[in-house]
């Protein structure tokens, strides 16, 4: 930072900026030294990875900490306390409130962390909940320091323009029928700052929007937490690709660069004006387009465009539902609704066609419990009903932007003979 005077010593593990004192102890462990006394140490983990629990356990047993910061925020500690959480879930009620792409986002997140573990032999996050058990044991109190993960889903998708939207859908669907493995020694590489950060440096190439959220408002929401916590001596358990940022922030903390208020990231933005006119701009030119038809060409000329674009719109939705497996009677509601969910913004198809898979094949409680496992499998999506409903609004819902990305240029080229 231009305002910042860095002083580097003989060792290098060592440097002042701003009098805060960053000790680099080891790839993965910080102590960060305040003009006032006060110290943090900074533990990045795999989030995936047994060492990274043994670390944590010996880290807190060294410093023996005033308090202690968990990357986590509180809807996400309570689900992995309790897997059995997932039990009291309405699908139904989440779809209406129409956050079943959050949801999604959220099973294939779990499920590639879970993937993970399952070959590390340590389950996803589980130095944070050992952190937490160890932190009871001792008497130590700890706060979850991370923003919640709605939010941050939300900002996410808000702050992505169409083409980034698409990269998500994308990356989600990867996720989702994924098999990747990952060794042993490729798994330890992740705990490696460096190794981490260039990763991150990719995905801010691919979605800089994306990455904002992410990466750099989530840096500034755990450091701002982190350096606010009780305690002359704080011990944060993070990832290992936060190290970096989270050092950054609380430098222009400590220099008064940076607010440490957190209202402006910590809300969800209203959708742009601009959004909500993109979203009725396509309807509108359809109608519009059908419309030219009938009075410029004539009846004929108009009834054929109008069956051209009933018959790809319909056409899609069901290859959508028919490759998801969907009920075959929730095939031909999907079809019949398609015409006017593509009219109607607000509707949508996805939502549709999971309200009534949910419906005809009601998720029972053996769903629910297996969810999890579930989701590491291709056929598991299948098989699990609550899988199935989610699979089923995601593949219907994709396939219906594709049917009207096509059927568009083929009426204007029927309006142009």
């Given at each position: 930072m231009a305002t910042c005077q860095i002083l580097l010593f003989l060792d290098d593990s060592l440097s002042i900026v701003d009098?805060?004192?960053?000790?680099?102890?080891?790839?993965?462990?910080?102590?960060?030294?305040?003009q006032d006394g006060r110290q943090i140490i900074l533990v990045g983990t795999a989030h995936v990875s047994k060492e990274s629990v043994d670390e944590v356990a010996l880290s807190?047993?060294?410093?023996?900490?005033?308090?202690?910061?968990?990357?986590?925020?509180?809807?996400?500690?309570k689900n992995k306390e309790d897997e059995g959480s997932w039990s009291n879930m309405d699908i139904k009620k989440v779809l209406k409130e129409k956050k079943g792409f959050l949801l999604l986002t959220n099973m294939a997140l779990a499920s590639f962390q879970k993937r993970m573990g399952n070959q590390s032999g340590s389950a996803p996050g589980e130095e944070i909940l050992s952190a937490a058990r160890l932190a009871k044991e001792k008497g130590i109190p700890y706060s979850l320091c991370d923003r919640e993960i709605q939010i941050t889903f939300k900002?996410?998708?808000?702050?992505?323009?169409?083409?980034?939207?698409?990269?998500?859908?994308?990356?989600i669907?990867?996720?989702?029928?994924?098999?990747?493995?990952i060794s042993a020694e490729e798994l330890e590489e992740l705990k490696k700052s460096d190794v981490m950060q260039g990763m991150l440096d990719?995905?801010?190439?691919?979605?800089?929007?994306?990455?904002?959220?992410?990466?750099d408002e989530r840096d500034q929401y755990l450091a701002t937490s982190i350096y606010q916590a009780p305690g002359n001596k704080v011990l944060a358990v993070i990832g290992a690709g936060h190290q970096n940022g989270i050092i950054s922030c609380m430098q222009r903390l400590e220099s008064k660069e940076l607010s440490p208020d957190l209202s402006e990231i910590s809300e969800v933005p209203p959708a742009g004006k601009?959004?909500?006119?993109?979203?009725?701009?396509?309807?509108?030119l359809i109608v519009g387009i059908?419309?030219?038809?009938?009075?410029?060409?004539?009846?004929?000329?108009g009834i054929k465009m109008f069956v051209y674009w009933l018959a790809i719109n319909m056409s899609f939705t069901a290859i959508g539902a028919i490759i998801s497996l969907a009920h075959p009677l929730n095939i031909i509601i999907s079809m019949l609704s398609a015409p006017l969910a593509s009219l109607h913004p607000a509707i949508g198809i996805g939502m549709v066609s999971g309200l009534v898979e949910a419906s005809l094949r009601k998720p029972k409680v053996r769903d629910f419990e297996n969810l999890s496992d579930d989701a590491l499998k291709f056929k598991g999506w299948y098989k699990n009903r609550v899988l199935h409903v989610l699979l089923v609004f995601l593949l219907t819902s994709v396939f219906a932007v594709i049917g009207n990305v096509v059927v568009f240029p083929l009426l204007l080229t029927m309006l142009a003979r």
């Open positions: 009098n805060m004192t960053d000790e680099k102890i080891s790839d993965t462990l910080h102590r960060l030294t305040f807190i047993d060294n410093e023996q900490p005033d308090h202690i910061c968990l990357e986590l925020d509180d809807g996400r500690f900002r996410a998708w808000r702050k992505s323009n169409l083409w980034n939207k698409s990269k998500l859908i994308a990356t669907i990867s996720a989702v029928f994924s098999n990747e493995k990719e995905m801010a190439k691919e979605l800089p929007a994306v990455k904002t959220v992410l990466i601009s959004g909500k006119i993109l979203s009725w701009a396509f309807p509108t059908l419309l030219y038809g009938f009075f410029h060409f004539g009846q004929a000329q």
